[in-house]
């Protein structure tokens, strides 16, 4: 069974960059879409950056592109999401997802995620 845990979460100054990690478990396959999501109090979960592991191919929503970059390192069986330029409105519970793909692009919506980290808390103040 396929098990996500985050890490890298924590309070950051505005213009202030963070690194994010999602160590993964329990998969040996590399057809997996993996994710990046976040949630941000009394707003839905949206999808931040998507990575389809065995091309490495990436998505990012508008609101980070140029800021955010997922990476993986499959040796590791480790996600990234490294944060940079951070703003308050950034600040949110951001989770890793995965589920098993046979390939196309990721999506950022939720509904085809079926495994879920707890989240790591990302504060950033201005």
């Known amino acids: 069974q396929v098990q996500l845990v985050e890490s890298g979460g924590g309070s950051v100054q505005a213009g202030g960059s963070l690194r994010l990690s999602c160590a993964a478990s329990g998969y040996s396959s590399t057809r997996y879409c993996m994710a990046w999501f976040r949630q941000a109090p009394g707003n839905e979960r949206e999808g931040a950056a998507t990575i389809y592991i065995r091309s490495g191919r990436t998505d990012y929503a508008d609101s980070v592109k140029g800021r955010f970059t997922i990476s993986q390192d499959n040796a590791k069986k480790t996600l990234y999401l490294q944060m940079d330029s951070l703003t308050p409105e950034d600040t949110a519970m951001y989770y890793c997802?995965?589920?098993?793909?046979?390939?196309?692009?990721?999506?950022?919506?939720?509904?085809?995620?079926?495994?879920w980290g707890r989240g790591t808390q990302v504060t950033v103040s201005s």
């Open positions: 997802a995965a589920f098993a793909s046979l390939g196309g692009q990721c999506p950022l919506t939720t509904g085809a995620y079926r495994v």
